[in-house]
C-alpha cells in the first residue's frame, strides 16, 4: 500500500496459525520501546495501539516524508528476530504482512480507536478498559504520560481526557457495524 503523508491508517496483525505473538509482559514493552525508537526514525506518528496475545492494532499516521512502510518492517523484524532469540524459535511469528486500511476521515478514525482500545475488554482480558497496560488507552484519557499518542487529534474531538472516556464506555455493539470495512480486509 502506498501510504499519504498526514493520512490515518488501521494496520493489524495477527500470530502465524493465530498463535500468540507475546509471551510475557517484557514482550509487549519490548515492542513498545520499539514504536518509540522507529516512529521517530520514519517520520510516524503512533496516534493509538493496543497489543492482545496473539494479535496486535495501530493507527499510524505519516508524517512529512514519512515511512510507515519501512517503519512496520524494520519494527516487526526486530521484534520478530528478538523472540525467536529469547524463546530459541526459528522462522516467522506473524501471519503474513501485515493489513492496512486507509481511515477516510478523522471520525472514522476515532471510531476505530474505540473499537481496538476495547479489544481487551471484548476478549475478556479485563473488565475495565484501564486495566489493560498494553496500548496507549491510559494516554488517552490522561492517566499515563507516553510519548505515543496522538494529542493533537484527541484534543480535536475531546474536551478533556474524560470526555474521551465516556466515549469509550459508550460503545455499543451496533455501532461496530458501522466501522467493519475499517477494521478488517
Not at 518509540?36 to 512529512?64: A, E, G, T
Not at 516487526?76 to 511469528?93: D, V, W
Not at 470526555?163 to 469509550?168: I, Q
Amino acid at each position: 500500500m502506498k501510504y499519504i503523508d498526514g493520512h490515518y491508517y488501521h494496520i493489524y496483525n495477527r500470530g502465524a496459525h493465530k498463535e500468540r505473538i507475546f509471551f510475557e509482559s517484557t514482550n509487549y514493552l519490548y515492542l513498545i520501546s520499539l514504536f518509540k525508537k522507529y516512529s521517530s526514525q520514519y517520520n510516524v506518528i503512533i496516534v493509538s495501539y493496543c497489543l492482545m496475545p496473539n494479535h496486535y492494532h495501530l493507527i499510524l499516521r505519516q508524517k512529512d516524508n514519512g515511512k510507515i512502510g519501512d517503519f512496520l518492517r524494520t519494527t516487526f523484524n526486530a521484534y520478530t528476530q528478538a523472540i525467536n532469540k529469547r524463546f530459541n524459535h526459528s522462522g516467522t511469528l506473524f501471519q503474513g504482512q501485515c493489513k492496512s486500511k486507509h481511515l477516510n476521515n478523522d471520525k472514522h478514525c476515532l471510531q476505530v480507536i474505540r473499537y481496538i482500545h476495547r479489544n481487551p475488554v471484548a476478549a475478556l482480558l479485563v473488565s475495565s478498559l484501564r486495566q489493560w497496560q498494553f496500548s496507549n488507552y491510559l494516554e488517552w484519557i490522561g492517566l499515563r504520560h507516553g510519548t505515543l499518542i496522538d494529542s493533537d487529534l484527541r484534543d480535536s474531538f475531546f474536551k478533556t481526557p474524560t470526555d474521551y472516556e465516556k466515549f469509550a464506555e459508550e460503545y455499543i455493539e451496533e455501532e461496530k457495524t458501522k466501522v467493519e470495512r475499517f477494521l478488517f480486509a
